[in-house]
């Protein structure tokens, strides 16, 4: 899923996640965050929390959904149980 502002200037995707098995984690996603066509964040995030941010994006600070379908999931490692 990818999000814009108005102005279209800051972006926000999130993408599934995957391990070096291949297999999808369904709990997580990746959260891009761009500015101005750069790179300004990347981590991941809980598909909750992802529910919250994206209700509060949406609602009060009016950006708009620009793409609503599956991204391809990218590939994420995790370090002892933690993504790295």
């Excluded at 999000?3 to 297999?23: L, P, Q, R």
């Excluded at 965050?33 to 790179?39: A, H, K, P, R, S």
């Excluded at 995030?45 to 990218?74: F, G």
Aim: net charge positive.
């Amino acid at each position: 899923m990818q999000i814009k502002s108005i102005c279209e200037s800051m972006c926000v995707d999130y993408y599934e996640i995957k391990g070096a098995n291949g297999e999808i984690d369904t709990n997580y996603r990746l959260k891009v965050l761009t500015f101005m066509g750069e790179t300004m964040k990347k981590g991941v995030i809980n598909v909750w929390k992802m529910a919250e941010e994206l209700d509060d994006y949406l609602q009060n600070y009016h950006y708009k959904v620009t793409i609503n379908t599956k991204r391809p999931p990218q590939l994420v490692l995790k370090k002892e149980g933690y993504y790295v």
